[in-house]
């Protein structure tokens, strides 16, 4: 799908993998729908890139009226919404059991609800929005869904049960939802990053931060944010990616 002119939003844009991939998608002409809850930094990326080509607002991805009135009003402003990419998340470290006491289950729920949860609102929200949408180029496409979940879906490590779990539940909805959305030519993919040096990090004790750094192959060094956009530009624009999990990690494989 051609990128210039249309319409893409993208969640957790004020920080991190969010902030890059809106900042990609923009640069190659997109008009973008920034979404976080962080209204402050939200408002400090819009100015950064204009006004004129990007709606900020404030939303809570599990609030289905939230992610509702940004996708109308945005769309009200700048046409069919074409793409929507999830990179809202949050992270977590806990044992199932620790000190002989179970894992928080308040904790569990929240790590669910806001990256699995919030991650399916955004998308059955975007994909009813999508499938009205006229046909474009050769392949007659209507969408593309773009999700983000992480190697921790497949190599999770201690501590991780709640994230890890979370993350798997993004990578397992590509297909069936690709499945599901095939018949009005909408995609839907996942991507998997490895260790990339965002915030989310910031919420992880040092001591599991350099075992991570232990686990990285070729480039020995942790992933830049503008390597996971360029990635998801080029999911955007590729129309025969689909029903996938790509892994975006440098070859690493998480340690226990």
Not at 228 to 233: E, G, K, T, V
Request: glycine share 8%; charged share 20%.
């Amino acid at each position: 799908m051609q990128i210039d002119g249309k319409l893409c939003a993208v969640t957790g844009a004020a920080s991190g993998l969010g902030r890059a991939t809106a900042k990609a998608l923009h640069d190659a002409g997109a008009n973008v729908l920034l979404m976080d809850l962080n209204r402050d930094r939200l408002e400090e990326l819009q100015a950064e890139l204009a006004p004129s080509t990007t709606l900020a607002v404030a939303v809570d991805i599990r609030e289905p009226t939230e992610v509702e009135k940004a996708f109308d009003d945005a769309i009200a402003m700048f046409g069919p919404l074409r793409a929507a990419v999830s990179c809202a998340g949050i992270a977590s470290s806990a044992k199932i059991v620790s000190r002989n006491q179970a894992h928080d289950y308040d904790l569990w729920r929240k790590v669910i609800d806001i990256n699995l949860n919030g991650t399916f609102n955004v998308m059955r929200l975007a994909a009813a929005r999508m499938v009205t949408n006229d046909p474009l180029g050769e392949a007659g496409e209507r969408g593309v869904i773009v999700n983000t979940a992480s190697v921790a879906a497949e190599d999770g490590q201690k501590g991780q049960a709640a994230y890890a779990a979370s993350k798997a539940g993004v990578a397992a909805l590509s297909l069936p939802v690709a499945r599901d959305l095939a018949e009005y030519a909408v995609r839907c993919v996942a991507v998997a990053p490895g260790l990339f040096g965002t915030e989310l990090f910031d919420q992880i004790p040092e001591k599991g931060i350099e075992a991570l750094k232990r686990a990285l192959l070729y480039p020995a060094r942790m992933g830049l944010p503008t390597e996971f956009a360029s990635l998801i530009r080029h999911i955007v624009e590729n129309p025969y990616l689909n029903g996938s999990l790509i892994r975006l990690d440098g070859g690493a494989r998480l340690p226990a």
